[in-house]
């Protein structure tokens, strides 16, 4: 079992920054891969960023060279790092952890936090 507690979310002005933070149980060694979505109003959950265990990395292109997905295996924490905000960037944004098994995948989420960002 994995818990995934997020925060950092809130109310920025676009072109400002927000990190957000992902702390969870379970080393990330044991954790094949992390990432994180997002849903807005209306619309399906969608990627934003992932990262595997062995470190390798992948952005939506909606947030490719404004987003930084990144990981401290110390302090069993994955951030998310957003710059240069844009207002369609506003949603919830939901932490999310995947573990491979040889017949299955185990998926947790964590409880979202809301990122707005104002024009």
């Known amino acids: 079992q994995v818990q995934l507690v997020e925060s950092g979310g809130g109310l920025v002005q676009a072109g400002g920054s927000l990190r957000l933070s992902c702390a969870h149980s379970?080393?990330?060694?044991?954790?094949?891969?992390m990432g994180w979505y997002r849903q807005a109003p209306g619309k399906p959950r969608e990627l934003v960023a992932t990262?595997?265990?062995?470190?390798?990395?992948n952005y939506a292109d909606s947030v490719k060279g404004r987003f930084t997905i990144s990981r401290d295996s110390a302090k069993n924490t994955v951030y998310l790092q957003m710059n240069s905000l844009r207002p369609e960037d506003t949603a919830v944004y939901y932490c999310?952890?995947?573990?491979?098994?040889?017949?299955?995948?185990?998926?947790?989420w964590g409880q979202g936090t809301q990122v707005t960002v104002s024009s």
């Open positions: 379970g080393t990330i060694s044991s954790i094949n891969r």
């Open positions: 999310n952890a995947a573990i491979y098994y040889i017949s299955k995948t185990n998926i947790y």
């Open positions: 990262v595997t265990s062995g470190g390798s990395t």
